[in-house]
């Protein structure tokens, strides 16, 4: 089935400057093209599927899409990746020992099956980074530096809970994905996002039986598991009569945009879920395309926009950002180099290829810093966080924000103006 996809590959090169580990290493086989042919090698028999060298490239690609983006040819590179990583892992999993099975069960099915147990564990979390002692479990658990990268847990988790924020004269009704790491990490950039959906005269509700995006299940090799929690997404989303479903964190986007595609080979949910797909938007795209309230107050800064791959690559937005930062009085948007490259965040790369992870991470955080920008806008948790983590290690002061806070900052300077007057 997937001979179709990696034959339509001319092996041009033109995706290989786009490559993160390409860049990285300047090694064919860590690059698009040249693991293409590896699939192709293992899909016709001619390379083992759990040969070292083919794991470690599946496991090196970050996911990025960046190739699947500049390719001519339409290689649909990311379902080639997604394929073979659930071959690799129904391979692996039944020779895993009980012990990484139990850890497994625990941080991925269970984890991100209830909002109720992410939430418990920020707060394991977040009393740890009182203590300092969140470090050393991080590695008990077999997470290497996890805890450097976990961004300040706060005190409120953002809980959906059947809110409604209306609005008078609404133009449609927009249903908030609360996901989990969003929710437990940052409550803040919900709560900017509702208040800005709001000046863009959209209600918004928040049904309470949402879940978990599952971009981390497909990205893990676990189709059946991802399906499970999309169903519960497709559900709330048809009961709660929304136009619309909003997304603030690009990978989530991503994946919810593309639900469809899990369910291509299921009569019984393929319509639903090509119903649901085609209404999963991006916060950013929907506030572009409205009006916004033109009391917008000025913020005197210089920020650099760091390119979310799930936002610019997979959903290839890209113009709507820079639309919206233009749309802040007194903000200079300053481009950094290679502002399309991955940072290594990448969901749980930097866990799982923590080496590469840094190198991405560290030339990210040069770019960055290049620019001589105060603050850093994203529109990603995963990438907020690792280029937040580099910056604290470089000893920077540059500050990580998302796109909708900003935006919401400004509104709030001009409510302050007009209260001061
Ligand atoms: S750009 Fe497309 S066709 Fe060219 S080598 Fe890359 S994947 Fe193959
Ligand atoms: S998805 Fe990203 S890391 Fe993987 S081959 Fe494509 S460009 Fe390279």
């Avoid at 590695?139 to 996890?146: E, H, I, P, S, V």
Wanted: charged share 25%; proline share 5%; hydrophobic share 45%.
């Amino acid at each position: 089935m997937i001979e179709a996809v990696y034959n339509a590959c001319v092996r041009c090169g033109l995706c290989l400057p786009t490559c993160p580990t390409y860049l990285e290493t300047m090694t064919e086989t860590s690059g698009p093209r040249g693991r293409i042919s590896l699939i192709a090698d293992v899909d016709q028999g001619r390379l083992e599927l759990l040969s070292p060298g083919f794991v470690e490239q599946m496991s090196q690609c970050l996911d990025c899409r960046a190739c699947e983006a500049a390719c001519p040819s339409g290689v649909r590179y990311g379902s080639l990746l997604e394929e073979m990583r659930a071959r690799i892992e129904r391979a692996q999993a039944p020779n895993r020992s009980a012990g990484r099975r139990r850890v497994r069960e625990l941080l991925l099915h269970r984890l991100f099956r209830s909002g109720r147990l992410m939430r418990a564990a920020a707060a394991v979390v977040r009393a740890g980074q009182r203590t300092g002692l969140h470090v050393a479990a991080a590695r008990l658990l077999g997470l290497g530096d996890a805890a450097a990268l976990a961004p300040e847990i706060p005190e409120r988790a953002f809980v959906p809970n059947d809110q409604r924020y209306e609005v008078a004269g609404a133009a449609g009704t927009a249903f908030l994905h609360a996901g989990c790491v969003m929710s437990v990490a940052f409550a803040p950039v919900h709560e900017a996002t509702i208040r800005m959906l709001n000046r863009a005269r959209m209600n918004v509700v928040v049904p309470r039986d949402q879940g978990c995006c599952g971009a981390i299940a497909v990205h893990a090799g676990e189709p059946d598991f991802a399906r499970e929690l999309a169903k519960r997404n497709i559900v709330a989303f048809e009961r709660s009569g929304a136009d619309v479903y909003v997304v603030n964190a690009a990978g989530c986007g991503s994946a919810l945009k593309e639900t469809d595609r899990l369910f291509a080979d299921d009569p019984e949910w393929s319509e639903r879920a090509a119903r649901f797909s085609a209404r999963v938007r991006d916060a950013i795209e929907v506030l572009d395309a409205m009006d916004l309230d033109p009391r917008i107050g000025a913020l005197d800064v210089e920020v650099t926009y760091q390119e979310p791959c799930h936002l610019v690559h997979a959903q290839r937005v890209s113009a709507a950002p820079r639309r919206l930062l233009a749309q802040i009085p007194g903000l200079r948007l300053i481009e950094m180099e290679e502002r399309t490259i991955c940072c290594g965040g990448a969901g749980i790369y930097n866990l799982t290829q923590p080496e590469m992870a840094k190198r991405l991470q560290r030339r990210k955080v040069e770019h960055i810093r290049a620019t001589g920008a105060a603050i850093v806008v994203t529109a990603n948790p995963g990438c907020a966080m690792q280029v937040a983590s580099g910056l604290r290690s470089d000893g920077s002061r540059v500050e990580v924000k998302h796109l909708v806070e900003l935006l919401d900052e400004a509104y709030a300077r001009y409510g302050a103006a007009v209260n001061r007057a």
